[in-house]
């Protein structure tokens, strides 16, 4: 006798989403079909959400999150000396320090979110936990597959919301 999976609490807690990007543009029919539902509120605003729809996670998550949501800055230390800032060649230490950040891989990490394999994750934004997943490969990039892949997820997700399994399966 098998039981059903338990559905993790903090999912119910889950009132808005950011989606990141996917492939073949799925995040496009997940977010319709969402906000059609009233399951979620999908935001656009990544500080407005309380999750996180990807279907990646590990590394390119993990930086695509620090990007989102960046850890606040170390304090300044105090200064003691106006003197003490200054090199032998009479500059500021500040300037000598100033560096030109290029980013942390952008396009690769873009690309690497691009290569989805059908599992769906719905991540806490702040523990960064996963609350929830699911599996629904696309057979294709057609906009009406990806309407029914959308339509299975948000089905699935609105059933174990609700405790109860989704008909047909």
Known sequence: MSLPAAVNPQLKQVNSVYILGMSGGLDQFLANQLTASGIFQVVTDPQKADAILTDRIGEPLESKLKELYPPPPPPEPEKKDDDADKTASGKDAK???????????????????????????????????????????????????????????????????????????
């Open 95 to 169: 300037d000598k320090n100033t560096a030109v950040e290029f980013g942390t891989g952008t396009a690769r990490l873009t690309s690497s979110f691009n290569k989805g394999k059908g599992n769906l994750f719905l991540v806490d934004r702040k523990s960064r936990a996963v609350l929830w997943s699911v599996y629904e490969l696309p057979k294709d990039s057609t906009p009406g597959e990806l309407t029914k892949i959308a339509k299975r997820v948000v089905k699935q997700l609105a059933a174990d919301l609700s405790d109860k399994k989704p008909s047909g399966q």
